[in-house]
């Protein structure tokens, strides 16, 4: 038990993120409402965000910015997935701009955010 | 100091890169119009020179981006294959545009245009960053940008049910890249590089020592899953035809030739050059994709037998041409690989000619689309029911035509495989004649006199004939002679496993 305990808290952050992207993934697939669909994809993006960042952190180590002239390696964590989440938060937010649009577009034209509403009222339309 | 044509792969996603940008700038859709198809026109060129060279010595190289050296630098790698399909994207963009042009001034709000064009232009840059890149996390970041650019460029039309189906479109694309992504942290996680020479070596460590073998079977599925679901594979496919089928011609003939492959090359690619083909073998995931390539090009025709509107004829059959390059890369041999892409390329120029077809066809009969309706269309311009006729007989298979060879080489390639044969050899033979059932009534209907038929004399329109007799051509050419595009892509997946 106590051993089971210690294994959650050295993975907390992994646990997390992974508990997350099921929490964004199904929200984005199954969520009717349009907003929370696009909310649904930020906590999965983010989720991904987190466990990189978890893989980079080294316990008991220093942002990588040189200070106090320490030179070793050994001192800093890594800075690569940092810079990666950084890439991919760039992206998120670019697509998440790009979908807000999208639903705003429709709410102008439907009055609904509501995507079943939507494709019935399309349908509609279309006969 | 670097051989000339090391620069050309850079040059051409960086042309069509800087022109997407200027986009907005010209007052006149006309000028940007005109621009875009002449950068990709160019980016052709520049592409034709590089696969003349890198065949004629059989060279792959990789090309660093920004002078830093290997672990940490990003590179971009070329090889014959790279430069082929290269070719296939831009060339085909530029006749899709070409020939789609008069729709695109039905379909698009003028002073909207010019943005369609950026996002055209960020396509094809998206697609050829996608061949080339050697580095796994500009892969994803070019797989979001292909995503946003193609979901505008089905959205372009502005009616209420192309955003609908942009949305289901959009939500589908982040599902996959959600998954991709997180495969690629996992991969990254255990092997500690992102360039894929270096990625290779780790992965070929691992799997020699037997170290993170469940990890390794997670990341190949997350990538294999998400890149499935972004390219329709048979289980994911329901948002295709409404996206395909509802977007302005150019749109759609991009998106069903040329987008849905970008995914599959890098897929490919990550197969031969990080995974190594024995170790997907040996994980069964060639089977998996068989049996839903199968599945797919069933499907895929069964819904096309049932729809009406050409257009989402055409891209349900799409459905079942995936199912195809699935098939052959599903057989886990190199014939069947070899298949698979000579599929890939037979597709990509067959469907945008069936698509410029159908979205000319419905232009002359007052912007119908329901078969039906169209009933006598190709009487009233022949050159467009031609094309049709040409690129439906290509689909379900008659010889001369390209969708015969790419046929003849997956049935030839299940051969080596005995215990794939008989149910490969049972799906061409089930999906041709599939193909042939709603192909054949759509030609016939197409050339059937009716009351819908224009009264007045249509105006031939140059820029669409110019597109798809060249189109034409192509199917033609891949159905005659396709020992050198095969011969590109034999070596071309030989250096690709090199590396």
């Given amino acids: 038990m106590r051993e089971l305990f210690q294994k959650i808290v050295i993975y907390r952050f992994e646990i997390g993120a992974i508990i997350l992207f099921g929490i964004g993934f199904m929200n984005l697939l199954l969520q009717k409402n349009l907003v929370k669909k696009i909310i649904g994809f930020n906590v999965m993006d983010s989720s991904v965000f987190l466990f990189l960042a978890s893989q980079g952190y080294i316990e008991g180590r220093i942002a990588p910015v040189l200070t106090n002239g320490v030179t070793s390696a050994s001192a800093y964590i890594n800075p690569i997935p940092a810079g990666l989440v950084l890439t991919g938060i760039v992206v998120s937010v670019s697509v998440s701009a790009f979908f807000l649009a999208l639903v705003q577009r429709l709410y102008l034209k439907y009055g609904t955010v509501e995507f079943d509403e939507i494709m019935l009222l399309a349908k509609k339309e279309a006969e | ?499």
């Fill in chain 2, 1 to 499: 100091m670097l051989p000339w044509y090391q620069n050309l792969p850079f040059i051409c996603i960086f042309l069509c890169m800087v022109n997407g940008i200027t986009m907005p700038l010209y007052r006149r859709a006309r000028g940007a119009y005109r621009a875009t198809v002449t950068v990709a026109a160019v980016v052709a060129v520049l592409s034709g020179v590089l696969l003349a060279v890198l065949s004629a010595g059989n060279i792959r190289f990789s090309y660093k981006m920004g002078h830093f050296p290997a672990p940490w630098g990003n590179e971009i790698a070329a090889g014959p294959l790279e430069a082929m399909l290269a070719l296939m994207f831009s060339l085909v963009t530029a006749l899709s545009l070409l020939g789609g042009r008069s729709a695109q001034e039905h379909d698009i709000l003028e002073p909207k245009q010019p943005y369609y064009f950026v996002m055209m232009n960020l396509l094809l840059a998206a697609l050829l960053a996608l061949t080339y890149t050697n580095d796994i996390f500009t892969a994803y970041v070019f797989i979001e940008i292909s995503t946003i650019a193609a979901c505008a460029i089905v959205m372009a039309r502005d009616t209420a049910k192309t955003i609908a189906a942009t949305i289901r479109y959009l939500v589908i694309s982040l599902l996959g890249s959600g998954l991709f992504l997180i495969g690629i942290v996992l991969l990254y996680c255990i092997t500690g590089h992102l360039l894929i020479p270096q990625l290779a070596e780790k992965v070929a460590e691992l799997v020699a020592t037997g170290a993170y073998t469940l990890p390794l079977t997670v990341v190949v599925g997350l990538i294999t899953l998400g890149v499935a679901i972004k390219c329709a594979l048979f289980p994911f496919y329901a948002w295709l035809p409404l996206a395909h089928g509802g977007a302005t011609t150019s749109s759609s003939a991009i998106l069903s030739g040329l987008v849905l492959k970008g995914y599959i090359v890098l897929l490919v690619k990550l197969y031969y050059s990080v995974f190594t083909i024995a170790v997907i073998r040996s994980l069964e995931i060639t089977s998996v994709l068989f049996v839903f390539g199968v599945a797919g090009m069933i499907a895929g025709s069964l819904h096309a037998i049932r729809e009406e509107h050409i257009k989402r004829m055409l891209a349900y059959s799409s459905v079942a041409q995936i199912g195809y390059v699935f098939l052959g890369m599903g057989l886990g041999t190199d014939a069947g690989m070899y298949a698979a892409f000579l599929q890939i390329f037979v597709h990509a120029v067959t469907k945008p000619l069936l698509f410029l077809c159908a979205g000319r066809l419905s232009e002359v009969q007052g912007h119908e689309k329901s078969l039906y309706r169209l009933r006598g269309a190709a009487l009233t311009d022949k050159a467009a029911g031609i094309g049709f006729t040409i690129g439906a007989l290509s689909m379900i298979g008659i010889p001369m035509f390209g969708g015969f060879m790419s046929k003849w080489m997956l049935a030839d390639a299940s051969l080596y495989n005995p215990l794939k044969l008989w149910p490969a050899l049972i799906a061409l033979a089930a999906s041709s004649v599939l193909n042939a059932v709603y192909y054949v009534p759509a030609v016939i209907a197409l050339w059937t006199p009716s009351g819908y038929m224009a009264t007045q004399p249509v105006r031939p329109d140059r820029r669409f004939l110019i597109a798809s007799a060249a189109l034409a051509v192509c199917v033609i050419g891949l159905g005659v002679m396709s020992t050198p595009v095969l011969g590109v892509i034999e070596r071309g997946l030989a250096l690709l496993g090199g590396i």
